[in-house]
């Protein structure tokens, strides 16, 4: 947990990052709308263009990452959720990238409706956060399920991936801590995801853990 200087440090590299790309946004815009350019200009113009999302979303990482340690930054709104549309919702919105890799995911919920005491905008970032993860790392399947335990919602997210190793389930919560994968397009991150889910599910009263030993499954509890 970042607290104090180390927090203001993060803040202020957050914004130096996003004030560039807003400047560099215009002339990229102006370069990509000229005429005559080759092929191998247009796919530098790509890669830089590509590099100034990936910075963007890290600047946007960093201050969410800030706002949710310091507190009073973040203001939440509960009310009554129906967890079953919502993750209708969420997970079609993953089916398209769920095809092109290859993959199985599977939802799985109780016959009737189950209601949480939820803020929208955090519950779509916990549950686009855990089903992000397993995308990156399953093997063939990922499974989505909703049960009600000790009266709380549920929703475990597990895959078939390696699971995590023993050293680093502890660590896995912390900011900035990344696993290792040999695939350089499915580990890029931040290593920032998983702490901001963990604080909006205590904020709403609910709790984020990491559960089973054999496979990795990530299962969320909310009121």
């Known amino acids: 947990m970042l607290a104090g200087i180390g927090c203001r440090s993060c803040k202020i ?3 130096a990052l996003g004030t560039p790309l807003t400047l ?3 002339p990229l815009n102006n370069l990509r709308s000229l005429d005559g350019l080759s092929g191998a200009a247009e796919q530098e113009l790509q890669i830089i263009d590509n590099s100034a999302d990936y910075l963007d979303r890290l600047s946007k990482e960093l201050l969410e990452f800030i706002r949710i340690e310091e507190i009073g930054q973040v203001s939440l709104t509960l009310h009554p959720v129906d967890m079953v549309s919502k993750l209708d919702y969420v ?7 769920v095809r092109n890799r290859n993959l199985k995911l599977d939802l799985k919920y109780p016959d009737k409706k189950v209601v949480v005491n939820a803020d929208d905008k955090a519950l779509d970032k ?17 499974e989505v399920a909703l049960e009600e335990k000790d009266g709380m919602a549920a929703v475990c ?12 389930r502890k660590e896995i919560f912390k900011p900035f801590v990344r696993l290792k994968d040999d695939n350089p397009h499915y580990s890029q991150s931040f290593g920032i995801g998983l702490s901001v889910a963990k604080k909006y599910a205590e904020l709403q009263n609910g709790a984020l853990s990491l559960t089973g030993a054999a496979r990795t499954e990530f299962c969320l509890m909310l009121p």
């Open 13 to 15: 590299k957050a914004v």
């Open 24 to 26: 560099l946004r215009t």
């Open 91 to 97: 997970c079609f919105n993953f089916s398209e990238a």
């Open 126 to 142: 916990i549950l686009n956060n855990l089903i992000h993860n397993a995308l990156k790392y399953s093997d063939t399947y990922i």
């Open 157 to 168: 997210v597990r895959n078939d991936g390696s699971p995590i190793p023993e050293n680093m």
